[in-house]
Nanobody
Framework: QVQLVQSGGGLVQSGDSLILSCAAS????????MGWFRQASGQDREFVAT????????VYADSVKGRFTIFRRNANNTVYLQMNSLKPEDTAVYYC????????????????????WGQGTQVTVSS
């Protein structure tokens, strides 16, 4: 069982930066691939980024590639999403999620792979 607690988020202006954090409970964090998803008002939840257990492999949605960076610190059971050059279309509730991995190189971009989810945090980007 993994519990995920998110922090960060808020209201920023277009072009600003923001970092989201997701802290996991338990001693098995290093066996989980981690991901970030987001859901804008009235839309389905969508994939943003994922990172493998080792942290070596990362994948991003095309819409955030080059602007967002996912990274993790296994020593403190935390995954982060650094968001730069934010745009109004990035406005959404952001969720972190954990997926049990077979190998340290695994990563997942689909929701069904993730068994545990954070509580969500609102990011609003004004133009």
């Amino acid at each position: 069982q993994v519990q995920l607690v998110q922090s960060g988020g808020g209201l920023v202006q277009s072009g600003d930066s923001l970092i989201l954090s997701c802290a996991a409970s338990g001693r098995t964090f290093s066996t989980y691939s981690m991901g970030w998803f987001r859901q804008a008002s009235g839309q389905d939840r969508e994939f943003v980024a994922t990172i493998s257990v080792s942290g070596v492999n990362t994948v991003y949605a095309d819409s955030v590639k080059g602007r967002f960076t996912i990274f993790r610190r296994n020593a403190n059971n935390t995954v982060y999403l650094q968001m730069n050059s934010l745009k109004p279309e990035d406005t959404a509730v952001y969720y972190c999620a954990a997926a049990r991995s077979v190998t340290s190189a695994d990563y997942y971009s689909t929701e069904v792979a993730y068994a545990y989810w954070g509580q969500g945090t609102q990011v609003t980007v004004s133009s």
